[in-house]
């Protein structure tokens, strides 16, 4: 049995009860067996990818909070410390009643090569709690977000951990949790990112992962004598992935005809009006549903179903396994050509190699949404220099960022003989820095 397959093994039976954790490690694995099986010897007697596949630590912690009707509400709060070769660890922080242990495993894994890929230098982890802000008042999400904050201030620091948003953490979260470390530790340090440009954030995080995707997806294009300019895209979600997605692909050129939330999708041929979509879901918190009542001539459907709707590219931007085998099918089979993923893993792997055997160009999470975390690590530098640059010097950074990984992943696909499979080439370049790395440090 190869080295990889017996890992991969050796994951499942223990770590039981954790698919999304064993599907973000079969992916990885399956991609490395190129590069491991070149050296198997070396590996294997050094236990790379034993390590690699288990947590440096997992910290796990009760988060009580009182709520508006004075009742103790009990959430689980986690943090992910996954691999720190290259830098503090750095990740988001999800709230949703969905998350587990094997969720933000499995988003920890990825993060260490998607912050790899960045070529900067941080680590990777993640972290949250299965409390719902959805319906909470914001005294709620404060009192809730104290309390987690309190337990987590004990793990991280500016060199050590730095969490940011994901999921249902957005600024005003970040606002909350900021504060009561500052108030638990007394130092005012850049322990998170996507903190609010008055106290220590950086102009262009937020556009920063849908800009980012944009980006990558425009350099694919590129690469395949194709452009954005005049092409139909779906964008799913409509939280800050999908919303600067959409900003950025429209000012290139395209139109944009649906987007969704986890109650069903909106569709409108005349191309989604963004300002709309801010106010509904930026400022008011409401459902994707109110846009249909909004604008003329767009419709909304309950439930699933959004790639029904015929498009030339499709970015999911929502979250892990939305986009299964059936919907692919129908993708391909009404022409869609580009997929770049916007959230963490939405692609299940069945479709994605379905796609691929399809002839869809396609770009997986790990390197298409790697611009939020990596316009993160570029706010720790402003907040250890003590200087802000401008929104212009931030969103040249990032698409130089975007532009340079794109051709990591071009260039490794290509050197082990298989262009334009970028899933392989982004594991495997994402791979070869933190290993390298974690040779030169020893057996830790
Ligand atoms: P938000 O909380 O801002 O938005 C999430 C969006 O996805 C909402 O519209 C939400 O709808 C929708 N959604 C969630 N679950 C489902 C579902 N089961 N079906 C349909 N829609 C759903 O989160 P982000 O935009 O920050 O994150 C989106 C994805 O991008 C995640 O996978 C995240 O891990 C990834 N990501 C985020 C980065 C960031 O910088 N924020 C960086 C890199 C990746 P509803 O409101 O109904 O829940
Ligand atoms: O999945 C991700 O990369 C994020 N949620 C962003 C992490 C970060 O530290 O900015």
């Not at 390197?367 to 250890?384: D, F, H, I, P, R």
């Amino acid at each position: 049995m190869s080295y990889t397959d017996e890992v991969y093994d050796r994951v499942v039976a223990q770590n039981p009860g954790e698919p999304e954790f064993h599907q973000a490690v079969k992916e990885v694995l399956d991609s490395l067996k190129v590069v491991i099986d070149a050296n198997e010897e070396k590996y294997r007697s050094l236990s790379i990818l034993e390590r690699l596949v288990e947590p440096e630590r997992i910290i796990s912690f009760r988060v009580p909070w009182v709520d508006d009707k004075g009742v103790v509400q009990v959430n689980k709060g986690y943090r992910v410390q996954f691999n720190s070769a290259i830098g503090p660890y750095k990740g988001g922080l999800r709230f949703h009643p969905s998350v587990n242990q094997s969720i933000l495993k499995f988003l920890g894994f990825e993060q260490i090569f998607k912050n790899s890929l960045t070529g900067l230098p941080i680590g990777g982890g993640k972290g949250g709690s299965n409390f719902d802000p959805k319906g909470k008042s914001d005294r709620e999400v404060m009192a809730f977000c104290q309390s987690f904050m309190t337990e987590l201030s004990k793990y991280i620091g500016a060199d050590r951990d730095v969490p940011a948003g994901d999921i249902g953490v957005g600024g005003r979260e970040i606002g909350y949790l900021y504060g009561q470390y500052k108030r638990n530790r007394d130092l005012y340090e850049g322990v998170l990112t996507g903190k609010g440009l008055t106290w220590g954030g950086s102009l262009v995080r937020t556009q920063a992962t849908g800009y980012g995707v944009v980006y990558i997806l425009n350099e694919m294009m590129k690469a395949h004598n194709d452009e954005i300019a005049g092409k139909t895209a779906i964008v799913t979600g409509s939280g800050n992935v999908a919303i600067y997605a959409v900003e950025k692909i429209t000012q290139f050129g395209a139109t944009v005809v649906a987007m969704c939330d986890s109650n069903g999708y909106i569709y409108d041929p005349n191309g989604i009006k963004l300002d709309v979509v801010k106010q509904i879901k930026e400022v008011e918190r409401g459902r994707i549903k109110e846009y249909a009542d909004r604008v003329e001539g767009a419709e909304y459907h309950e439930g699933v179903g959004i790639w029904n709707i015929k498009c030339d590219i499709y970015l999911p931007c929502a979250t892990q396994n939305e986009l299964g085998l059936d919907a692919v099918k129908t993708l391909v089979a009404n022409g869609t050509k580009y997929i770049a993923e916007g959230a963490n893993m939405p692609t299940t792997m069945e479709a994605t190699e379905y796609v691929q055997a399809n002839g869809v160009i396609f770009m997986p999470g790990k390197a298409a949404n790697a611009g939020g975390v990596a316009t993160s690590a570029l706010e720790m530098s402003q907040n250890s220099m003590r200087l802000s640059w401008t929104a212009e010097e931030v969103d040249e950074k990032l698409h130089g960022i975007m532009v340079n990984i794109f051709k990591k992943v071009d260039e490794a696909s290509t050197r082990y003989g298989m262009k334009d499979n970028y899933v392989v080439g982004a594991n495997i370049a994402g791979f070869e820095k933190v290993v390298d790395a974690m040779m030169a440090q020893g057996i830790v």
